[in-house]
């Protein structure tokens, strides 16, 4: 029909407008720079909240199972969009050259700081593959192997302590505001981690009903 039509031209041309006007303008260059510097940021970030509401999802004292649903709900969700700027990140730095495809993706192979940044490709790799054995949770569980999954999804904090280090020491030297983030995000973490460790701290009290976990 006609009218249809005649929308999809006006939203296409309306598009080319914008993108047109924000490559002019300099805003495609301002949002580029952003990434440059903020994509990882914001993947670490995001992981670390990951971190923060898979660990919420295990606690029987505070929460019950309705609200451990909601925790592991976020926490999925949070994972998703961690490792979505994650894959910005590695993808906006190839880009620049500030470093290459094989330097990214294999670990200390890059030529100008192949420690730090191999530790950022190791951390890389090891939220992807919890990422991947939590989703296929289930198999472990039908299998019997659930202590294997809980091994392997304990590798998260390994993976997040090795991309907080590439975070603060890779690349240009971080700015007040993101030494800031990563310093509250080191101590939440810290903080719900001791809590989740306590003695007792996850026995169900009475009367509540079995972790949906």
Do not use: I
């Not at 590798?155 to 983030?181: D, I, N, Q």
């Amino acid at each position: 029909m006609p009218l249809p039509a005649s929308r999809h031209a006006a939203f296409a041309t309306a598009t080319a407008l914008a993108l047109f006007f924000a490559v002019s303008g300099g805003s495609f260059g301002r949002a580029w720079a952003f990434l440059d510097f903020g994509a990882g940021v914001l993947a670490l970030v995001s992981l670390s909240v990951t971190v923060l509401w898979g660990l919420a999802a295990t606690d029987r004292t505070l929460l019950g199972p309705g609200h451990r649903l909601v925790a592991q709900a976020v926490h999925r969700g949070t994972a998703v969009a961690g490792l979505g700027f994650l894959a910005l990140h590695v993808w906006v730095k190839v880009a620049e050259r500030s470093t290459t495809a094989a330097g990214a993706a294999l670990p200390f192979a890059d030529a100008a700081q192949p420690l730090l940044v191999g530790l950022g490709t190791l951390a890389g790799y090891l939220f992807l593959a919890v990422a991947v054995t939590g989703a296929v949770r289930g198999v472990f569980a039908r299998s019997g192997r659930s202590r294997w999954w809980r091994a392997l999804h304990m590798c998260a904090y390994v993976a997040w302590g090795m991309a907080l280090v590439h975070g603060l020491r890779a690349g240009r030297a971080a700015s007040p505001w993101v030494t800031v983030s990563y310093a509250l995000c080191l101590a939440a973490v810290t903080a719900v981690l001791t809590m989740r460790l306590a003695p007792g701290r996850n026995v169900p009290p009475s009367g509540r009903g079995k972790d949906p976990r």
